[in-house]
């Protein structure tokens, strides 16, 4: 899971226990999950030396994460920026993604209904892995 984290982004501490939990799913879990959510996430996360590190949640075909955008023949369905700890918040349930986004704090580019999709996969793996 190293080859998840990112030098400088706390996010990629919670990207490497989102993927641990994707892994601990049972396959019909993991269908369960693919069916309920149908969408891919490529997240830009903004850490405070304004670098950028961004990794895809495939929760369309595979049902895992990797670092890098959406990776053809997949295409990211919203991509959602913020920064680190903006996304920390949002990762340990501190944070409404709503919220978020009526603030300023999460910009979304393509279907922004997908990005309300994003809190249920989080709370999903919290339930997984302790996030």
């Known amino acids: 899971m190293s080859d998840l984290k990112v030098e400088g982004f706390k996010a990629s501490e919670f990207i490497t226990q989102l993927s641990s939990a ?15 959510t149908n969408a891919v996430f ?15 949640i ?19 369905g919203v991509t ?19 919220r978020a986004f009526m603030t300023g704090k999460l910009k979304t580019k393509g279907n922004t209904m997908l990005a309300t999709k994003l809190g249920a996969v989080l709370e999903a793996a919290r339930g997984k892995a302790k996030l």
């Open 22 to 36: 994707f892994d601990n799913f049972t396959a019909a879990q993991r269908q369960a999950q693919l069916k309920k």
């Open 42 to 56: 490529e997240l830009r996360i903004l850490n405070a030396q304004k670098e950028e590190a961004v990794w895809t």
């Open 58 to 76: 495939d929760m369309k075909e595979k049902g895992g994460v990797y670092k890098g955008p959406a990776q053809a023949p997949v295409k990211a």
């Open 80 to 98: 959602l920026t913020m920064s680190d700890d903006t996304f920390s918040q949002l990762a340990s349930g501190k944070l409404d993604g709503q």
